[in-house]
């Protein structure tokens, strides 16, 4: 979850969402004769905005937490990603040297390197590491990157001759405290004030009462037998955790009934497809592609070739029906990669009874819908790579088939 770093202008913190109530009708944007209605709407944090960096993975695995959180009575958070983002490449950098350079580092990762990161060094609110100690008020890692990897790299080349000095990680540590802000090397010794009382960021963790070890990832392959775990073959997967393996369709279910119970899901998709549209507030997998094939009109019908062809980003149109095989054949064809990691924190319905995902994106607030968009179920059966979700959330009869293999 790393690939694409889009920049969009801040409008606001204040999140659309936060206006929204079951029941309610919304459009994807101005012109569109969508009409969805909100059937189910579950706790978040306002929109955010990555902005020049791949840490998307951060932003939605926080937006996940801070919704576990509400959930369960506590506060409305706003967590530090660059906290998590710079233990996530500690962490990279010693899997990089052990394995001479043959493990990943990048600005990727997935949902289980943050509550790893919750587990091992705790949290922080954002007040507490901004993570922006080169200025500004927006984040971009291109230089910080580009210096953490050119390092190891060197380092990789053995120059003293044979063996590193004791020392390398600590010049490492300290290039991430120039760029994002310093912490001890015991991050346990970070101490900060949240509403008047002092924490580290192990006792926040307990504070705000989320236990990493509820948290399970979903994904849906057939390399691997169903209802048993795997690490899932993509890069950003450097620390080779597992996933739990199920056929699509429950996939879809274990998401649908996570949110009906009033739990949010984080989302990993390919965001590479043309029926994935920011600025139209919409992800769709139409049968008809050449109906996505100018995601940027404002006409209802467009010509192609001579034809009349609906724009099926301002209606709705036919879309295809998602298959095990095609999830399968797009993933081994790198058709389906692991571009983008998202928050789910809704579900509705357009008015020819199509269902629909509401995500809440990193993108900032820039589209019609405030930062959100709406994801078709077959769009999300087809392009999921992997879910993050609470086990509670998991149906019953779909966990007790893990206990019988």
Known sequence: MKKLFFFFIMISLTSMRAQWKEGDTITNRKGSTYRFVITKINKATPVKNQHRTGTCWSFS????????????????????????????????????????????????????????????????????????????DKHHHGELHAVLHNML???????????????????????????????????????????????????FVKYLKINPEDYEEYTSFTHHPFYTSFPLEIPDNWHMLPSRNVPVDELVRITEHALQKGYTVAWGSDVSEKGFSHRNGLAVMPEDPRTVSRPKSDSLYFTVKGQKVPNAFLQPVKEVRVTQKMRQEAFETKATTDDHGMHIIGLARDQKGNKYFIVKNSWGASNDLGGYLLVSYPYFAYKTTMIMVHKDAVPKDIRKKFKNR
Request: cysteine-free; hydrophobic content about 30%; aromatic content about 14%.
């Open 61 to 136: 695995g926080l937006s996940f937490l801070e919704s576990e959180v509400m959930r369960k009575g506590g506060p409305e958070t706003d967590l530090s990603e660059m906290w998590v983002a710079r233990h996530a490449y500690l962490e990279k950098a010693r899997n990089y040297i052990r394995t001479d350079g043959h493990t990943n580092f990048g600005q990727g990762s997935l949902f289980h390197d943050v509550t790893w990161t919750a587990a091992t060094a705790g949290l922080v609110p954002e007040k507490a590491y901004p993570g922006r100690a080169y200025g500004g």
């Open 153 to 203: 790299k060197a380092l990789n080349k053995r120059p003293q001759g044979g063996k590193l000095t004791p020392v390398w990680f600590d010049a490492f540590r300290r290039t991430l405290d120039t760029y994002l802000g310093e912490v001890p090397g015991d991050p346990e010794e970070y101490y900060f004030i949240f509403k008047g009382k002092s924490f580290n960021p192990k006792s």
